[in-house]
């Protein structure tokens, strides 16, 4: 069946502008997870959603991150103003239920370049 | 403050050979901890997980052992191929939704 797709999977924005990030989860999941990950490193947690519910947002880096979820499926991550440092990869998972455990999906990631 | 150290940062390892890859985290309420690989251009895939109360856990060529009273674990692949040749994640969760903290990543690269 299809996986965890996100769009665009390229972004060059220049500093300041906004950009918008989607996520199409797995159908039927509940669980959505965003996460950054700089070149490099480890992917970094920024905020969960329970179906429509933004249950956990303490890993956004600030007030300019923004993400929702309306109807409890497509996932949108914004960056208002953005900044030399909001550059990474922005990946998206998703899983079944909210149970600890439960294998969470990737999707390939948004490569974000703020010049 | 990173709560998952991983090492090492790169490897290389012959063909047939065994890579070890180590963590080691600090919060004791941690108790999922999962291994992802990933390849260039895609997102991390879960290859093999375990919870504290398993000393080890196998899969194929993929083992996992935990050490939780030194809070270690680490992924041995057996038999390395080239085709294994990706970056690994440990990582470890606690509670409630699985929310999921990295380590930095080992890039493997398995030369024929």
């Known amino acids: 069946g299809a996986g965890v797709s996100q769009s665009p999977r390229y972004k060059v924005a220049k500093r300041g502008q906004d950009v918008a990030l989607r996520c199409d989860p797995i159908s039927g999941h509940v669980s959505l997870f965003w996460y950054q990950q700089a070149l490099g490193q480890g992917p970094e947690f920024l905020t969960y959603f329970q179906n429509e519910a933004q249950l956990d947002k303490s890993g956004l880096p600030s007030d300019r991150f923004f993400a929702e979820r309306p109807e409890g499926s497509v996932s949108t991550l914004k960056i208002q103003r953005t900044q030399q440092e909001d550059s990474a990869v922005y990946l998206c998972?998703?899983?079944?239920?909210?149970?600890?455990?439960?294998?969470?999906?990737f999707g390939p990631g948004t490569r974000l370049l703020v010049l | 403050q990173q709560q998952v150290k991983q090492s090492p940062q790169s490897l290389i390892v012959q063909k047939g050979g065994i890579s070890i890859i180590n963590c080691a985290y600090e919060n004791t309420a941690f108790d999922y901890f999962p291994w992802y690989q990933q390849f260039p251009g895609k997102g991390p895939a879960l290859l093999i997980a375990i919870r504290p109360d398993v000393s080890e856990k196998k899969e194929g060529r993929f083992t996992i052992s935990f050490n939780k009273s030194a809070k270690q674990f680490s992924l041995h692949i057996m038999d390395s191929q080239p085709g294994d040749s990706a970056t690994y994640f440990c990582?470890?969760?606690?509670?409630?939704?699985?929310?999921?903290?990295f380590g930095a990543g080992t890039r493997l690269a398995v030369h024929p």
């Open positions: 998972a998703s899983s079944l239920a909210e149970a600890i455990r439960e294998t969470q999906y």
């Open positions: 990582a470890a969760s606690k509670g409630g939704y699985n929310k999921l903290i």
